[in-house]
């Protein structure tokens, strides 16, 4: 849960609770030790808390890692196999995204809206795919000239990740539309 909190946050009500713990201390002399050590003790908490979520922040890695997945399905073949299995594992996520674009056309068909309304977003997603076909080649052509030597098998595995990325982006976008039968 930690994780989830940024170390300001934290801060924040470490800084409240630490306000509300010295005007209850105030108020009751008699127990000042005791107050003095729960406020220590709330201290020493809150301070581990927010190291915590300062270094749960830190070891995130990037939003996005360079082919990781495909590096795992194919990473423990020798040059020549690796290449095969990118290129096995390239041919299925080109297929993958194909049926995940027809899954979604097939979606926003079935979606209840008006025909306009759907027409744009048939014409829009259209374009969108375009546009990451192009961003997709780039991108990976790009990545693969930083690799020399394994330049071929970076750029398939680039392909095939950003086209399991691409499947998940459908699959999440029109996942959700209410279908004209679902509303009977």
């Known amino acids: 849960m930690l994780a989830f909190l940024s170390w300001q946050v934290l801060f924040l009500l470490c800084a409240g609770m630490s306000r509300a713990i010295t005007s209850v201390r105030n108020r009751t002399?008699?127990?000042q030790q005791n107050m003095?050590?729960?406020s220590a003790l709330v201290?020493?908490?809150c301070f581990t808390a927010a190291l915590v979520a300062i270094e749960a922040t830190a070891a995130q890695p990037p939003a996005v890692a360079t082919h990781a997945v495909a590096a795992q399905k194919c990473g423990e073949f020798s040059h020549t196999g690796g290449r095969q299995c990118f290129r096995k594992l390239l041919a299925e996520s080109t297929v993958s995204l194909k049926k995940a674009e027809a899954d979604a056309?097939?979606?926003i068909a079935?979606?209840?809206?008006n025909d306009r309304y759907k027409n744009v977003a048939r014409t829009r997603m259209r374009a969108a795919g375009a546009s990451f076909a192009r961003y997709r080649a780039a991108r990976c052509a790009y990545l693969a000239a930083l690799h020399g030597d394994t330049?071929?098998?970076s750029r398939l595995a680039c392909l095939a990740d950003m086209n399991a990325e691409r499947v998940l982006e459908l699959t999440r976008n029109t996942h959700d539309l209410p279908s004209d039968s679902e509303l009977e």
Not at 110 to 113: A, D, I, M, T
Request: proline residues 0%; charged residues 35%; hydrophobic residues 45%.
């Open 29 to 31: 002399k008699r127990n």
């Open 36 to 38: 003095r050590t729960v």
């Open 105 to 107: 056309l097939a979606k």
């Open 43 to 45: 201290f020493m908490a």
């Open 151 to 153: 330049r071929d098998i």
């Open 110 to 113: 079935q979606w209840f809206e």
